[in-house]
């Protein structure tokens, strides 16, 4: 019979040559925590769809590209007028930044979202067939389109999870939630591209972004409406489980 001493040797032996993949994380990465996440998400968010207002590729593109430090609200009340007067990559390569300017004013930083979106028509016609491209590769090659708005795109329209869309929502969630550790956008995505299974990644990040707006706020976070509040840590929590 095995001493005390020995068997306890042994049972760390055995666990130390486990194979560090063959570990399941614990903590906040623990994949039972990740599916209640899930989960809780599915339940609060069913059917969630991306907040501008578009009816093509390129529309959504010129959107995403609006969107940035501006509301949704907002960017929906200026493209109809923008979509009306130049409704394709064709139309909008043709126009001047003046035009556009006066367009899009209201959807601040103005000028350079409007070198963006002349820009980007500009590539769309001369690199890429006058269609928007369906690849992030080819995406980001466009003025005014870093990996957010090449992976909302691409989600969107085209149903192509290549990576996980983080906006200001998705940023400062996924750190409350412990999902993420990093301080940058492009850091946070390749933690969560980790975590979260990548069938999932597009309908979580539009869960998280009506999660952002409408519960788990910048400031003052409304927990006593979250039904993720019993899986939360985060210190800015303002009610105690
Ligand atoms: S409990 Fe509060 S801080 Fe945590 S996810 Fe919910 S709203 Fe955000």
Not at 130 to 147: D, F, N, Q, S
Not at 208 to 233: F, S, T
Request: charged share 25%; hydrophobic share 40%; proline share 6%.
């Amino acid at each position: 019979m095995l001493s005390k001493t020995k068997r306890a040797t042994k049972s760390t032996t055995t666990h130390s040559r486990l194979p560090p993949k063959n570990r399941s994380p614990r903590g906040p990465l623990a994949p039972d925590r990740i599916a209640a996440i899930l989960k809780a998400l599915d339940e609060a968010y069913p059917n969630v769809e991306c907040a501008l207002t578009h009816h093509s590729p390129w529309e959504l593109l010129v959107a995403t590209i609006l969107s940035a430090q501006c509301t949704d609200v907002r960017v929906n009340m200026v493209t109809p007028e923008l979509f009306r007067q130049f409704h394709s990559p064709a139309a909008m390569a043709r126009a001047t930044l003046p035009e556009l300017e006066a367009l899009i004013r209201t959807t601040g930083f103005y000028h350079n979202k409007a070198k963006s979106i002349q820009g980007a028509a500009r590539k769309i016609i001369a690199d890429f067939a006058g269609k928007v491209p369906e690849t992030l590769a080819e995406l980001i090659t466009l003025p005014g389109a870093a990996r957010k708005t090449a992976n909302v795109v691409l989600g969107v329209c085209f149903g192509k999870a290549e990576g996980v869309v983080v906006d200001t929502h998705v940023f400062r969630i996924a750190r409350r939630l412990e999902l993420a550790k990093q301080d940058t956008p492009e850091k946070v995505e390749q933690e969560l591209m980790r975590v979260i299974r990548q069938d999932r990644w597009i309908s979580f990040s539009h869960q998280i972004i009506h999660h952002g707006r409408q519960v788990c706020v910048a400031r003052n976070p409304k927990c006593d409406r979250c039904n993720l509040e019993q899986l939360c840590h985060s210190y800015d929590k303002t009610r105690q489980s």
